[in-house]
């Protein structure tokens, strides 16, 4: 089964990919994990890290406490920018083409294959809201990201090669 995806200039699908790419860890143990922006977490921490600047900037005895706060609001300034700037960089990208058959799922991006996984490399196949993630077994291989628009066919090719054990639906949590 072959469908064309959908993501050029999809900034919330990105963000997904985005937030799960950089928490992978935690998809990979617990695949029933939320989806939040990434974005937004740096924004949410850097309100938090600096309302610890500034009230430990007023107490003498923690200084100390107020400089590593300053240095960590320095970090996620840093961090935030450049997420802004990849979010950016990954939405002038083109859409892919995505093949689901029997021996696995593959991304296609300009005619040239840039991501297959066989079926025994891949540990879960995650709905959220905006993507369908295809996480591998090992990080020999990389994650495979679908656009939530398509999902009915995955489902439908998930079911014709017996594979919905790989299944996790997150889609309900939102």
């Known amino acids: 089964m072959t ?3 959908q993501e050029e200039k999809n900034q919330k699908y990105y963000e997904e ?22 974005t937004k977490v740096f924004t949410l921490y850097l309100i938090l890290i600096f309302i610890l600047f500034i009230s430990f900037l007023f107490i003498p005895k923690l200084y100390a406490i107020s400089v ?4 960590l609001l320095i970090i996620y300034i840093y961090l935030l920018v450049e ?14 083409i995505i093949k689901i058959d029997e021996t696995g799922i593959e991304n296609t991006h ?3 294959t840039s ?23 090992n990080f020999s291989h990389s994650a495979i990201f679908i656009e939530i628009h398509s999902k009915e066919e995955t489902l439908k090719a998930l079911k014709k090669y017996n594979k919905l ?8 949590k939102y």
Not at 68 to 71: E, H, I, K, N, Q
Not at 83 to 90: F, H, M, S, W
Not at 115 to 137: F, G, M, Q, R
């Open 3 to 5: 469908f064309k995806s």
């Open 17 to 38: 990919i985005m937030y799960i790419s950089s928490n992978y860890y935690i998809f990979k143990k617990n695949p029933k994990t939320k989806v939040h922006s990434l």
């Open 68 to 71: 590593v706060a300053f240095l």
């Open 83 to 96: 997420a802004k700037y990849k979010l950016r960089e990954y939405m002038k990208q083109q859409n892919s």
């Open 110 to 112: 300009k005619n040239m």
């Open 115 to 137: 991501t297959k996984l066989y079926w025994d490399a891949i540990e879960h196949i995650i709905i959220n809201k905006n993507t369908i993630s295809v996480l591998p077994k």
């Open 165 to 172: 054990h790989l299944l996790t639906d997150n889609s309900n």
